[in-house]
Structures are given as structure tokens and as C-alpha cells.
């Protein structure tokens, strides 16, 4: 590239690292981007940068779309899960070339710029988790998009009519859109609009109110928004304002008050950050503290580090939302020591505390290095928090689904992940059996990778799946899945949700596809591959272009379907027996990539 292209992407690196970035990157004016940069991949012929990958870069500054579009012939543009702040720049625009923008797992905030549109090369679209709000720019205009990822944010106004045949990706959920769903052409379930409490019509249960004629009617609807809006944000920007640090004062009063504890004992206890997320998680908290009954204390079950961690303590430290489950919240809580722990707040579940407290011991008891520890847990009438320590190296979801360099995750990285996680989970179900305790909620969000990149389960046994309806899955093979025993108070739980789970989630291994609807989609659509003969179709090309083994990968996708089909108790197996199958595929994989090196 030439030098002035060279000067400007050092000032876009310069201007997103804020000084807080890796400067070992190798991003030197004196140096060849093509050859030398860290994060920067260019053509064939090495004359022109094509991609900028900067994920988990520790990143916090602000991206400047003028330096960035300096290199003419850019097409993907990846800054996903850094702490970018600051609006998506005005001018990206300039960039004609671009196919690929991720940003997913930033702290962007502010409108999305209306010129976004007219990027008419762009394939795929993930800014999801971040604080950006507004309304969309009408990206129904690009007639190539395949992929449209928006959700966790702040934004509103209507869907865009996007082409949904053409979409293979589609997620709007938990912002503030309103008014009808498009016609989703049935490709997306609810997963994919769930969390807009405006929205309105099919695949969502509430229907949309009839269409006025009297367009005035409709006009003072419509301001009756918009005043409402402007009243929520006056509250928002009044609340803001009020509740700097007074307020925390007040919070931490509260539940001072209420559990009785005095703070001057824990030194994790100073707040500094004024980030704004962590304001609306303190009062989340602090509303449920100032409405609860009697508090008790924060149970801290292992880990000697939080030895003496209260309630108050996670009240009053900085936390991140990490992620909106449909059984609660997860936050990320870090404390002015460094300590950061990842905080589960669980949503209705109503157990009593007693019954609470004892599932998490006998959770704690049945320890596994694959399983996350259980830290602490706390339980009132109100609220029930699990904490573990949080985990930096993502989750299996991420590295199948999030990352650019999907490529890297191997067969073999597959086949021992699988592996780990079915000797795991038998474990787990032989020690947990008599207390009627599976995972419950077992899929790829849910195993996050140590500091040594080994698979942990997390969240286990915190809830048991609501009712799910897998006839429709099983069906296709004559048979039908019972899920009456799926009680969320787990009275009568049985293991066989965690192997459908395994199942799904060995599917998900081998197709790459993302999961919609519980794995039931993904499931029906194997099947009837599977039927029709396709088999080897149903394989993540990544795999087959990697010269995976078809034969075992054929092992796998037969466990697979073991795991999910639930015509006859008989051929049902347990996860025992499911280990002992990833076993024998494991060995003989082992043995035959030995065979080839010799
Ligand atoms: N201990 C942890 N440390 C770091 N990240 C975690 C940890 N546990 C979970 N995560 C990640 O945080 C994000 C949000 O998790 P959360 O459990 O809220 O989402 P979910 O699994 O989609 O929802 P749910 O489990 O309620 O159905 C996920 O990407 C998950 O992989």
C-alpha cells in the first residue's frame, strides 16, 4: 500500500487502541500491512489491504471512518468484542468495497449513520451487543445482504421489509423496535424478534391491533409515541443526571440496610466508574433490594478469593451486561482489584429458598474440572443471583458462530470439545442423579473456554427447559419426544433434556448452522437430509474443505442422532452410553492422524 494509506490506518489503529491497545501489532509505517501488520490481510498479489480483524484486541477508542476508508479495495472490517465506544462513524460510506462489518460486543452507541444504506456491497451486518439506538437506516435496500445481526441494543422504530428469503441470518431481539413484523417468510422463529415489547404479529403471540382508516387516529397514535418517547427520555436523561454519586450512596444504603452488613470490612468496595450500563445494573439491583423483604447474605461456596464478598459488594462494583437469557441475566462484575466475575440473575423461578440453597450445594459437591465452580450464590423472596468467575476466552457459540477465523477451529478441536463435554456431562448425571439435577439448558452459549482453552459447562442445573415441543423434531422419525417432566422446580426432571441438548449441540459441531428454536429446526432439517440420502450435504463446508473424515464425521452425526430422536425408550441413550460412543470416534481419529504422520 501506499504510504499515505499506510499514515491513515495507523491513525484509525491509534484513534480505536485510545492508547490502551496491543502496540506489539506491528502496525509501523516502515513496514508492509500486507506482510507485517497483526489483524491486517490483503489480495493475492499483496498490493491492497482487503480485511481489518481486530477482535478481542482490547480496544476502546473510537473508530474514524476517514482513515479506515483510505484503503480503497477494504471489504471486511472486524472489531468484535472490544470496548469501542463512541457512534458508528459518519463517511463509512466511503468505504464502497465493504462486505463484512462486525462490531459485535462493543460499547458503540448514539444513531446509526442514515448513509449506511448505501453500502451497496454489503453482505453482513453484526453490531449486536452494544448500546446503539435509534432508528435503522434502510439497509432493505441492498439487495445482497445475507446476514443482519442487531440485537442487544437500544434501537427503534419499524423492521425494514427486508428480502427474508434471501437472509440467512436474522436478529432483532431485545431492543425497543415497534409495530408489525414483516412477513418473516417462516425462516426466523420468535428467537429472532423476542425482547421488543412494541412488536407486534407472527412469530410472536400477540396480534397487531386492526389497521386504522382514520389516518388522523393514526397520526395522534403515532404522536402519543412520540411524547411518550420524549417523556421516557426526559426520565432516562433526569434519572441519569440525579444518579451519579449520590445515588450510589443511596443503593449501597439500601442494601446496607437490608442485609445488615457493614461495607467498611470488604476492600472491593469503592466505586469509581461512572459507566453508564453499570448505573442501570446497580438500580436493577437496588430496585429488587429496595422491594425485597429481608436479605440475607451472599453464600460463597469455594473460591477462597471472594472469601467475605456480600451482596452489597455486587451491588456496588461496575458490572457489564453480558447477555439477556431467556431465564435471566448475566452480568459481568469486575471490582477494583481486577477481580471480575460473571453473575447469573435468574428470573422467575420459583423455588424456596431453602430448596435453592440446597441445589447449589449439591451442585458444588459434584465437582468436575469441566464444569464452571460454582462461586457463590445469593437468595432472597426476590432475587437469586449465582456467581462464577468470568471467563475471557468466549464461548463455543462464539468461536463456531462470531469469529472471522472460524477456519481455525479443526475437526479435531471439534471432535475433542464434543468429547470432553459428553465425559463431563455423564459424570455430572451419575453424581447428580439421585438428586434429580441435569444441566437443563445445555447448548453453545453455555460452555465458555478456561485460561487454558479447555471447555467448561456453565450454568448447570439453574433451570430446567419450559416446555418445549420436540414431537415436531422426531416426528419426522415416527416418534415423539416427552417433555411432560420438564418441571422448572425439577420435582421430576429426568436427564433426557441434556441428551437431546448434546445431541443439538453435536449437530451445530458439524453443520456450523446456528441454532433457532431449541435445536428443533436444526434437527428437523438433518433429518430429512438424512432421509433423502444427502448425508454428506449436512457437513459445515469448512470441515469437508479442511479434508475432515467423512466416516467419522458420518460416527458423529450418527451419535447425534441418537441423542435427538426419542421414538423408543429403548434406543435412547444415556449420556454414559453417549461417552462411551465420543470415545471410541476420539480414539480412532487419534489413531489415524498418528497413522498419517508416520
Ligand atoms: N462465566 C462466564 N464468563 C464469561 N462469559 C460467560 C460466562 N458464562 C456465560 N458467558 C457468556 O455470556 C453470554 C451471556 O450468557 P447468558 O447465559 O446470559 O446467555 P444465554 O446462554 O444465551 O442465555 P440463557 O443461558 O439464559 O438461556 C454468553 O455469550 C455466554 O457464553
Redesign the pocket.
Same mark, same amino acid.
Given at each position: 500500500e501506499e504510504d499515505d494509506v499506510k499514515l491513515a490506518l495507523i491513525k484509525f489503529y491509534n484513534q480505536l487502541s485510545g492508547g490502551s491497545g496491543n502496540p506489539n501489532l506491528g502496525w509501523d509505517i516502515n513496514t508492509d500491512p500486507c506482510t507485517n501488520w497483526t489483524g491486517v490481510f490483503c489480495n493475492s498479489k499483496l498490493t491492497a489491504v482487503k480485511k481489518i480483524v481486530l477482535d478481542n484486541m482490547l480496544l476502546s477508542g473510537t473508530p474514524d471512518a476517514d482513515s479506515l476508508c483510505a484503503a480503497e479495495s477494504l471489504t471486511v472490517l472486524s472489531l468484535n468484542n472490544n470496548t469501542i465506544t463512541g457512534d458508528i462513524p459518519q463517511g463509512m460510506e466511503s468505504c464502497t468495497q465493504l462486505t463484512h462489518i462486525f462490531l459485535s460486543g462493543n460499547k458503540l452507541s448514539g444513531n446509526l449513520p442514515g448513509s449506511l444504506s448505501n453500502l451497496n456491497n454489503l453482505k453482513r451486518f453484526n453490531i449486536s451487543h452494544n448500546n446503539v439506538s435509534g432508528v435503522l437506516p434502510d439497509f432493505s435496500r441492498i439487495s445482497g445482504l445475507v446476514s443482519f445481526l442487531v440485537q442487544n441494543n437500544s434501537l427503534t422504530g419499524e423492521i425494514p421489509q427486508f428480502d427474508f428469503k434471501n437472509l440467512q441470518d436474522f436478529n432483532v431481539s431485545f431492543n425497543n423496535f415497534t409495530g408489525p413484523i414483516p412477513d418473516l417468510k417462516g425462516r426466523f422463529s420468535v428467537d429472532s424478534v423476542m425482547g421488543n415489547p412494541g412488536l407486534c404479529g407472527s412469530p410472536l403471540p400477540n396480534k397487531c391491533p386492526k389497521e386504522s382508516k382514520i389516518t388522523v387516529e393514526k397520526v395522534l397514535t403515532y404522536s402519543g409515541y412520540m411524547i411518550l418517547g420524549l417523556v421516557i427520555l426526559m426520565f432516562i436523561v433526569f434519572k441519569l443526571v440525579s444518579n451519579k454519586k449520590p445515588k450510589n450512596e443511596k443503593i449501597h444504603d439500601v442494601a446496607k440496610m437490608e442485609s445488615g452488613i457493614d461495607s467498611s470490612s470488604k476492600n472491593h468496595s469503592k466505586v469509581t466508574s461512572s459507566d453508564y450500563k453499570s448505573d442501570v445494573i446497580r438500580s436493577e439491583y437496588s430496585i429488587t433490594s429496595e422491594t425485597g423483604m429481608v436479605s440475607s447474605s451472599l453464600v460463597v461456596l469455594t473460591s477462597p478469593i471472594v472469601k467475605g464478598l456480600k451482596f452489597e459488594d455486587l451491588l456496588k462494583a461496575p458490572a457489564e451486561l453480558?447477555?439477556?437469557?431467556?431465564? #435471566?441475566?448475566?452480568y =459481568?462484575v469486575i471490582f477494583e482489584d481486577g477481580m471480575t466475575l460473571?453473575v447469573?440473575r435468574i428470573k422467575d423461578w420459583s423455588i424456596s429458598s431453602e430448596e435453592f440453597k440446597s441445589k447449589m450445594q449439591r451442585i458444588d459437591q459434584a465437582k468436575h474440572p469441566n464444569v464452571?465452580d460454582l462461586v457463590a450464590f445469593y437468595c432472597s423472596k426476590q432475587e437469586k443471583l449465582v456467581v462464577?468467575?468470568?471467563?475471557?476466552n #468466549?464461548?463455543l457459540? =462464539?468461536l463456531l458462530h462470531e469469529n472471522e477465523n472460524v477456519g481455525r477451529f479443526d475437526w479435531g478441536s471439534r471432535l475433542s470439545v464434543a468429547a470432553t463435554i459428553a465425559e463431563t456431562l455423564a459424570f455430572m448425571h451419575e453424581k447428580l442423579y439421585a438428586d434429580g439435577i441435569p444441566h437443563g439448558?445445555l447448548?453453545s452459549?453455555?460452555i465458555?473456554f478456561n485460561k487454558n482453552m479447555d471447555p467448561c459447562i456453565?450454568?448447570y442445573g439453574l433451570m430446567i427447559v419450559e416446555h418445549q415441543d420436540y414431537s415436531s423434531t422426531s416426528s419426522v422419525q415416527g416418534g415423539s419426544f416427552k417433555s411432560a417432566n420438564q418441571s422448572r422446580d425439577g420435582t421430576d426432571s429426568t436427564f433426557e433434556v441434556d441428551i437431546y441438548g448434546y445431541g443439538v449441540l453435536l449437530l451445530e459441531l458439524l453443520t456450523g448452522k446456528q441454532v433457532q428454536n431449541n435445536g428443533v429446526d436444526l434437527a428437523r432439517w438433518i433429518n430429512s437430509v438424512v432421509r433423502e440420502e444427502w448425508t454428506a450435504e449436512v457437513f459445515d463446508k469448512i470441515l469437508i474443505k479442511e479434508g475432515a473424515s467423512e466416516e467419522r464425521m458420518l460416527h458423529l452425526l450418527q451419535v447425534a442422532l441418537k441423542c435427538i430422536d426419542f421414538a423408543q425408550e429403548s434406543t435412547r441413550p444415556t449420556m454414559k452410553e453417549v461417552a462411551e460412543m465420543m470415545n471410541i470416534i476420539k480414539e480412532d481419529e487419534e489413531e489415524r492422524s498418528i497413522d498419517v504422520y508416520e
Open positions: 453480558l447477555g439477556r437469557g431467556r431465564h #435471566g441475566n448475566l =459481568k460473571a447469573k464452571m462464577y468467575n468470568y471467563q475471557q #468466549g464461548s457459540f =462464539k439448558n447448548k452459549s453455555n465458555v456453565s450454568e
